[in-house]
């Protein structure tokens, strides 16, 4: 490709909408951000969603009303703690509480008394030979370990309890989410690349955790500790709790105001990132022909160019995250010192005692930071929403249509089971409505008859398989099995029974063994190995290191094209399907071992209905019936010797050679 210049990368390779291209590895550096996570859009329907995450912590309800008192218990010990101080301090200076002191200081004050007078406290400082205030200020250190002590274990279990809850349900959406993609039909994968699949359960996942397991809980706590700032201050002073709440509007506004800004420079930030991390994708995926087209150096300059634009905006949004913090903070000192100083003049003039301005001014002090924290929460709130609608839309996809009530299976009384008998009627299919892949097909095939097809690439070969699993359902015609409709047979009862090589295939995981056993998971190893050896494939098997032990990683990158083939189509003959569907499943095996896997293979398909896909038509020529596809059409048919005879398309593609008449 021509090297590009920085705008084309960008529209390639980012989707800003969903924080980088397959999110997973758009997520971001973890709350690097000033709003942590990816941004994930506006919700569309908050109301609904919040409803439906709801429902996945319902089975919590215990839990989280247990969460609540600790919330309360830890937010409000923290307020009374800190409430604490202005007695204390009233009491050390010698100032009489008992005219002009608050309401909430004369009732500590007393409460401190009584204590400091209690039996165990005189008797704890007699041994101790105190005197003075020392008394009190003992009591107060009990009182304020008590205090502190329940807040302590109050936002401990809270904690605890929160991660339990997260965890659980997130468990839960992964599960459904999961189990909703096993029933999608395959077309819904036809639409849906892996990547953004694949960051439903990363990044929109990981949204929700966060949202769940800090941000709800910090939301909830700042509310509470904002009213209770506010109720205490209001006892302490009126006037000194009018101008903490004029500043009020600063706050909010000038937090809103760098919050707009720091997420406009987050949002580009995210794209820029998502950019970076589909490109590196794409090179380390895409390595083999980078090499083999000498691109490296485009790469590196293409990437570069990537990189120094995530660079800027990093830059940017890191900047204008961080700066929020201290600027915030800053503002809060102003007010801090104003009320000081108005508290300082008030204490002078009126009543107003020391210990209250002390405790004032620390509420002062912190009442600006619930509001500042909510505010940029809220973005975290929106993006963990717009996650969440995202995982809701995935579960809400219309799944493959359920099978029938009375759909034929196994367990059907009198029914013996499939013998193989298809037939294609007029069948006529598109992927997508405005294009006609088949036309009209009709063939049939009798139990132990082989069928191939054979045709120019794109001619629908595949696509006249996919229709006989019901990958995808047909439009008109019919497809029968045993003259009944593939459609009354459970989807699982008739995939069952049609052994499938697929042109596309895939190994998994584990070793080979469990390989080949996918094919008929209650098979034993002497199957397994046995079909291993109808497949060609056993002497290659135990040539590997481990022999029917060795792992197979990355769908066998180990191995090579046509061992890959020949383990798939080892686990094709480990199943006692009665249709077997061979999809160019030698097309990369040597013509020696492909003549071995047919005489094996033969035996096999002595009663079973075949149908083989090949462009090498050696293959094809022994088959009972070849049919000849062009643009999703049957334009010839008949066996090897005929369609020689008719010196046609089958002809043309067998000889190499177009037929001059
Ligand atoms: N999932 C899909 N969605 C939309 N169109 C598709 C899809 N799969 C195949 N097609 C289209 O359907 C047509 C037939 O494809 P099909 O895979 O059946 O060809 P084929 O005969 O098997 O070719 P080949 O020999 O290359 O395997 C092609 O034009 C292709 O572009
Ligand atoms: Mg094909």
């Not at 973890?30 to 969603?49: L, W």
């Not at 002191?101 to 704890?124: E, G, Q």
């Not at 054979?454 to 696509?463: E, F, L, N, Q």
Request: overall charge neutral; proline content about 3%.
């Amino acid at each position: 490709m021509a090297k590009r210049n920085l705008e084309s990368l960008q529209k390639q390779y980012a989707k800003p909408s969903h924080g980088g291209p397959g999110g997973p590895r758009g997520g971001g550096p973890r709350g690097g951000g000033p709003h942590g996570r990816g941004m994930g859009g506006k919700p569309k329907n908050a109301g609904h969603t919040i409803s439906r995450l709801l429902k996945y912590l319902r089975p919590y309800t215990p839990h989280m009303i247990l969460v609540l008192v600790c919330m309360l218990t830890s937010t409000v010990t923290s307020l009374i703690g800190s409430y604490l101080l202005s007695p204390v301090i009233n009491h050390i200076a010698g100032i009489d509480m008992s005219a002009d002191a608050s309401f909430f200081t004369k009732l500590a004050d007393t409460i401190i008394s009584t204590w400091a007078a209690s039996a165990p406290m005189t008797f704890l400082s007699d041994t101790l030979g105190l005197g003075g205030p020392f008394p009190y200020l003992l009591a107060a250190i009990v009182i304020f370990a008590v205090i502190y002590g329940s807040g302590i274990i109050a936002s401990y279990t809270q904690a605890r309890l929160m991660v339990h809850i997260t965890q659980g349900s997130l468990e839960s959406i992964r599960n459904d989410l999961f189990e909703k993609l096993q029933r999608l039909p395959v077309r819904y994968f036809d639409a849906n690349p892996t990547g953004e699949t694949m960051s439903r359960f990363t990044n929109d996942v990981d949204n929700i955790d966060h949202m769940l397991s800090n941000t709800l809980t910090s939301l909830i706590s700042g509310a509470i500790t904002l009213l209770g700032t506010f109720v205490f201050m209001l006892t302490t002073n009126v006037w000194l709790t009018l101008i903490t709440v004029a500043f009020i509007p600063v706050f909010g506004l000038g937090g809103a105001a760098l919050a707009k800004r720091s997420r406009k420079y987050y949002k580009e930030q995210q794209a820029a990132l998502g950019a970076v991390n589909g490109y590196i994708e794409e090179t380390v995926s895409g390595q083999k022909v980078i090499k083999v087209f000498n691109h490296e150096q485009e790469c590196e300059e293409e990437f570069a160019l990537l990189n120094h634009d995530l660079r800027g905006k990093q830059y940017r949004a890191m900047f204008w995250g961080g700066i929020m913090g201290p600027i915030m903070g800053n503002t809060s000192q102003i007010t801090f010192a104003f009320t000081l100083g108005v508290g300082g003049i008030m204490m002078l003039l009126t009543g107003f005692t020391p210990g209250e301005l002390t405790v004032f001014a620390n509420y002062s002090k912190q009442f600006s930071f619930p509001i500042t924290n909510m505010s940029s929460q809220m973005t975290t709130v929106f993006s963990a929403l717009a996650g969440a609608e995202r995982v809701f839309a995935v579960m809400d996809q219309e799944p493959e249509q359920p099978d029938a009530e009375d759909a034929i299976n196994e367990n059907t009384a009198g029914y013996a089971g499939i013998k193989g008998d298809v037939v294609f009627e007029n069948v006529t299919f598109g992927y997508v409505p405005e294009k006609t892949v088949l036309k009209n097909i009709s063939l049939y095939a009798h139990p132990g008859q082989k069928i191939a097809f054979v045709g120019s690439t794109g001619a629908g070969k595949t696509t006249i398989t996919n229709l006989l699993n019901r990958f995808y359902d047909i439009e008109s015609g019919s497809i029968t099995i045993d003259g009944i409709d593939i459609k009354q047979y459970s989807r699982d009862y008739l995939r069952k029974n049609i052994a499938m090589v697929l042109q596309d295939t895939h190994l998994f995981t584990g070793t080979v063994m469990e390989n080949i056993r996918y094919g008929r998971l209650d098979a034993t190893d002497e199957e397994v190995i046995a079909a291993a050896k109808t497949a060609s494939a056993h002497s290659f098997i135990m040539r590997l290191e481990h022999g029917y032990q060795t792992k197979l990683e990355g769908d066998g990158a180990n191995l090579s094209q046509g061992q890959r083939q020949l383990l798939n189509i080892a686990r094709a003959a480990l199943s006692k399907a009665p249709i077997l569907v061979l999809d160019e499943a030698t097309s990369s095996v040597d013509t020696r071992t492909e003549r071995h896997i047919e005489r094996g293979m033969d035996r096999l398909m002595k009663n079973r209905t075949t149908f083989v896909i090949a462009h090498r038509l050696s293959t094809v020529r022994n088959s009972n019936a070849i049919m000849v596809l062009e643009q999703g059409e049957i334009i010839e048919r008949g066996d090897h010797d005929d369609l020689l005879a008719l010196r046609g398309r089958y002809y043309e593609l067998y000889t190499g050679m177009k037929e001059l008449d």
